[in-house]
Nanobody
Framework: QVQLVESGGGLVQPGGSLRLSCAAS????????MDWYRQAPGKQRELVAT???????NYADSVKGRFTISRDNAKKAMYLQMNSLKPEDSAVYYC???????????WGQGTQVTVSS
């Protein structure tokens, strides 16, 4: 069975950095599109960044210039480098993967990111 597992969340001070990882297991096929979402208490889940199979990326305006999404297709892994973190970045971060062939979507369990002094 397919699993996506996030890691790297935690508590950081404003202005600090954090790197999130999302590792796929039980997968022997291409994950065509991978994304990072986040959801803060009382807020809707929002799309943070997307990376396509060819490496093309899209970012939410709120994180552009501070966050960098990347992927390793051989490892079937995805990463989110977060720099210059702000308190408003605090949220549960989720990774998502989409397989075009079967139109399947997979979600990770989420990892908590807290930016606070």
């Amino acid at each position: 069975q397919v699993q996506l597992v996030e890691s790297g969340g935690g508590l950081v001070q404003p202005g600090g950095s954090l790197r999130l990882s999302c590792a796929a297991s039980g997968v022997n096929f291409m994950l065509d599109t991978m994304d990072w979402y986040r959801q803060a208490p009382g807020k809707q889940r929002e799309l943070v960044a997307t990376i396509f199979r060819d490496g093309a990326t899209n970012y939410a305006d709120s994180v552009k210039g501070r966050f960098t999404i990347s992927r390793d297709n051989a490892k079937k892994a995805m990463y989110l480098q977060m720099n210059s973190l702000k308190p408003e970045d605090s949220a549960v971060y989720y990774c998502r993967a989409f397989r075009i062939l079967t139109s399947e979507t997979y979600w990770g369990q989420g990892t908590q990111v807290t930016v606070s002094s």
